[in-house]
Structure formats: C-alpha cells, structure tokens
T-cell receptor, first 113, second 114 residues
Framework: EAGVTQFPSHSVIEKGQTVTLRCDPI?????LYWYRRVMGKEIKFLLH????????ESGMPNNRFLAERTGGTYSTLKVQPAELEDSGVYFC???????????FGPGTRLTVL | GNSVTQMEGPVTLSEEAFLTINCTYT??????LFWYVQYPGEGLQLLLK?????DKGSNKGFEATYRKETTSFHLEKGSVQVSDSAVYFC?????????????FGKGTHLIIQP
C-alpha cells in the first residue's frame, strides 16, 4: 500500500511568487492534515480536512494560505504571495475513520528568497 | 492552549547506552500522547502512544509511560543502536485517537555512535 506522498520535495521561490504544494493521502483515508515546521521551531498544525470539508483550519497563519481538497482525494496548499517567513517544511498526514494513527508524508521543503 | 516541551538536542550517545528523552506537556482535559520518529530522508512515523493516565506505550524496545501527576511522557530505551539515530518528536492530541491536529514539541535529534 502506498503511503502519503507529497510534491514537490523541494521548492525554491522568490518573495511575492506563488507556490502550490500537493499531498496525496493514503487511499481511502477521509482525514487529511497539513502541518508546517519552521526551522528551529515546533511542527505546527495548519488544518484538517474530513473528506472535502475543512474540519478545523484554526492553524492557518493568514489569508495568503489557501487549502483545497476537491473530491475528497488529494489536497493542495497554495501560498500567494509567498513571504520570507513562509520558509519551512510542510508536512501532510492522513488518517482513516478509526483515527488510530496519522500517517505522515516526507514533507515539502519550501525556501522563499 | 496546549503545548509540549521536550529536551533540546542533539543528544549523542554510544551504542548500547541507556536513553531517556524528556517530554512534558500542558493541556486541558485528558489528551492522548505520542512519540513520533523521523529517520533521515523520511516522513514522521508513529513510534508509540498512550491514551490515558498510567498507560505504557512500547515499540521497538522504546517505552513511555503517561504520567498525569507530572504531566510527562518520557521516552526510554535500555540499549540504543546506531539505527536509532533520528529526530524524535513528542506530541499530544485532545481527542482519544488523534483525530484532531497534533501539538508537537520541537524535536530531539538523537545521534548514536558506534
């Protein structure tokens, strides 16, 4: 069974540009989560989808971040326009209905110059 | 709000040494507690968990006991191996199984020398 995959693995962009990160959860997992780790800080929760609905988006830092999960399958996280402080590693995780465990992807390392 | 504090790294040990990584938490109610591990180049993997006070989670020789009175969930292993070198994250969830977003500590980088 394939795990959680994320694309791209690395992204380097200039301040003011737009970047879109993609997460493909484990097949059949209704729950999808986005997290971010800024260098030297904790991994911070951003938001939680249940199927295509946003269950909790309390961790989204501001309106430059837009997450979507059309059709309840893969999800995208768009940052527009990107700022220097958005640099970090963005993790995606998914979980099945029993919520026994969140399975994490390898992360996307975003560098904003 | 919820928070998790774990010892700063890197922690460097020799093979077969005893390992303790401290973790304390602040939370309302009765959270579930987790240890995740990230090996080089990989995503986070659940190492062990405990969902109520006095529960002991264990996996791959690692153990951690949910101590409500000290709000702690320290990770221990009796004899570490080079392959245990990784970053270890303590985390909590307000929901029983981890359905909510997790609150993480900063991570502890463990280096095991042969």
């Amino acid at each position: 069974e394939a795990g959680v995959t994320q694309f791209p693995s690395h992204s380097v962009i200039e301040k003011g540009q737009t970047v879109t990160l993609r997460c493909d959860p484990i097949s059949g997992h209704d729950n999808l989560y986005w997290y971010r780790r800024v260098m030297g800080k904790e991994i911070k929760f951003l938001l939680h989808f249940v199927k295509e609905s946003k269950q909790d988006e309390s961790g989204m830092p501001n309106n430059r971040f837009l997450a979507e999960r059309t059709g309840g399958t893969y999800s995208t996280l768009k940052v527009q326009p990107a700022e220097l402080e958005d640099s970090g590693v963005y993790f995606c995780a998914s979980a099945g209905q029993l919520y026994n465990e969140q399975f994490f992807g390898p992360g996307t390392r975003l560098t904003v110059l | 709000g919820n928070s998790v504090t774990q010892m700063e790294g890197p922690v460097t040990l020799s093979e077969e040494a005893f390992l303790t990584i401290n973790c304390t938490y602040t939370a309302t109610g009765y959270p579930s507690l987790f240890w995740y591990v990230q090996y080089p180049g990989e995503g986070l993997q659940l190492l062990l968990k405990a969902t109520k006070a006095d529960d002991k989670g264990s996996n791959k020789g690692f153990e951690a006991t949910y101590r409500k009175e000290t709000t702690s969930f320290h990770l221990e292993k009796g004899s570490v191996q080079v392959s245990d070198s990784a970053v270890y994250f303590c985390a909590l969830s307000d929901s029983g199984g981890g359905a909510d977003g997790l609150t993480f500590g900063k991570g502890t980088h463990l280096i095991i020398q042969p």
